[in-house]
T-cell receptor, first 116, second 111 residues
């Protein structure tokens, strides 16, 4: 199956700082990537849809100025958590689907963010 | 609002038994249906997908889809302790739309 690589796998940062998470499709081109957030014992909640070369589409309740998404190439999308606070501590996961086909979503390894 | 409902469990079954996991969805436009397994602290990994009504078997796993009832299920035969995980049901409306996930069912297989 297709491979999605996410980095870093875990990060600890101080409150008020920004953290960038990278998501790469290694063996396919992803015009669209999806960013999810998962709190403990909760399901994956879609945050935003990242579109190559255009603005991301955010889900209701997700602050676009806080969670900056950049999808500058067909293989890389980044999520930057700006001015992070402890309540932003969560498991962030990116995924992509092969364009034009009814296929499963391929997931990155996830990033465990802890804001202290 | 697109919703995917699952019984949160935990569902406990003895080793070697059949585990039955259920899922319902609200969007009749859903076309693709997926079962993922997620271990604690890890990303979901695909078990099976199904697009057509009926059963689909893959090894010890069988997915069942009933679009009229908006119901999807996953059967795990000969359950093993290593099957203990959270099982996520997900649906999508078309090829490049995001998957909508249920909250997951925690399965515990007892040796």
């Amino acid at each position: 199956g297709a491979v999605v690589s996410q980095h870093p796998s875990w990060v600890i940062c101080k409150s008020g700082t920004s953290v960038k998470i990278e998501c790469r499709s290694l063996d396919f081109q992803a015009t669209t990537m999806f960013w999810y957030r998962q709190f403990p014992k909760q399901s994956l909640m879609l945050m935003a849809t990242s579109n190559e070369g255009s603005k991301a589409t955010y889900e209701q309740g997700v602050e676009k100025d806080k969670f900056l998404i950049n999808h500058a190439s067909l293989t890389l999308s980044t999520l930057t958590v700006t001015s992070a606070h402890p309540e932003d501590s969560s498991f962030y996961i990116c995924s992509a689907r092969l364009t034009g086909r009814d296929t499963e979503a391929f997931f990155g390894q996830g990033t465990r963010l802890t804001v202290v | 609002q697109k919703e995917v409902e699952q019984n949160s469990g935990p569902l406990s079954v003895p080793e070697g038994a059949i585990a039955s996991l259920n899922c319902t969805y609200s969007d009749r436009g859903s076309q693709s249906f997926f079962w993922y397994r997620q271990y604690s602290g890890k990303s979901p990994e695909l078990i099976m997908f199904i697009y057509s009504n009926g059963d689909k078997e893959d090894g010890r796993f069988t997915a069942q889809l009933n679009k009229a009832s908006q119901y999807v299920s996953l059967l795990i035969r000969d359950s093993q302790p290593s099957d203990s995980a959270t099982y996520l049901c997900a649906v999508a409306t078309s090829g490049n739309t995001p998957l909508v996930f249920g909250k997951g069912t925690r399965l515990s297989v007892i040796a």
